[in-house]
């Protein structure tokens, strides 16, 4: 069975900074697709950034990117110049390529920018 | 595009009562899915509908839950004679059945007393 693992609880960051957010998984599917959702409090979760397993190439989405380790099964979120409305809990999710398209999240991370 | 809309945003009951809750999905979107979060955790998968078909169901939706998606729209989630574990928040979402990406509600976040 597929998991998703986010060692970091909570993180902090100043306004204007560079943080990372870690998230590793386990599969041994070699397709499979990975997202990070956002979820504000008392607000629905939205997507900020998805990455195919088959594309090499890291996903970049204005200020947030992904480190996509496919060999190390390694899917960290870089969000550069932090604003105060990156504040919510991060979740990384994993999806088969095909069936019931279900999420796995991880257990979330929740980002504090301090201003 | 008005979104993923649930409701009630909240539910406060008893334990033993029945509750249920609503989902309205994005108007095209012909998948549906319903994931329990509880404090602490990241969503955990519940149930999916194609259209109006309830195609999987998780080993957490016991006896107590059903689901249903009468014609492909909406979706109801309802439980049976509530117990303290049930409190968590309900999320539902919604995908177009080629895509990938699933479209999150705000939830319902349910407290059994």
């Known amino acids: 069975a597929q998991t998703v693992t986010q060692s970091q609880p909570e993180m902090s960051v100043q306004e204007a900074e560079t943080v990372t957010l870690s998230c590793t998984y386990d599969t041994s599917e070699s397709d499979y697709y990975l997202f990070w959702y956002k979820q504000p409090p008392s607000r629905q979760m939205i997507l900020v950034i998805r990455?195919?397993?088959?594309?090499?190439q890291n996903a970049t989405e204005n200020r947030f990117s992904v480190n996509f380790q496919k060999a190390a099964k390694s899917f960290s979120l870089k969000i550069s110049d932090s604003q105060l409305g990156d504040a919510a809990m991060y979740f990384c999710a994993y999806r088969r390529p095909s069936g019931t398209y279900k999420y796995i999240f991880g257990t979330g991370t929740r980002l504090k920018v301090l201003a | 595009d008005t979104g993923v809309s649930q409701n009630p945003r909240h539910k406060i009951t008893k334990r033993g009562q029945n509750v249920t809750f609503r989902c309205d999905p994005i108007s095209e979107h012909n998948r549906l899915y319903w994931y329990r979060q509880t404090l602490g955790q990241g969503p955990e998968f519940l149930t999916y509908?194609?259209?109006?078909?309830?195609?999987?169901k998780s080993r957490l939706l016991s006896d107590r839950f059903s689901a249903e998606r009468p014609k492909g729209s909406f979706s109801t989630l309802e439980i049976q004679r509530t117990e303290q574990g049930d409190s968590a928040m309900y999320l539902c979402?919604?995908?177009?059945?080629?895509?990938?990406?699933?479209?999150f509600g705000a939830g319902t976040r349910l407290s059994v007393l």
């Open positions: 979402a919604s995908s177009l059945a080629a895509g990938n990406i699933q479209y």
């Open positions: 990455q195919e397993a088959y594309k090499q």
């Open positions: 509908f194609q259209n109006e078909a309830q195609l999987e």
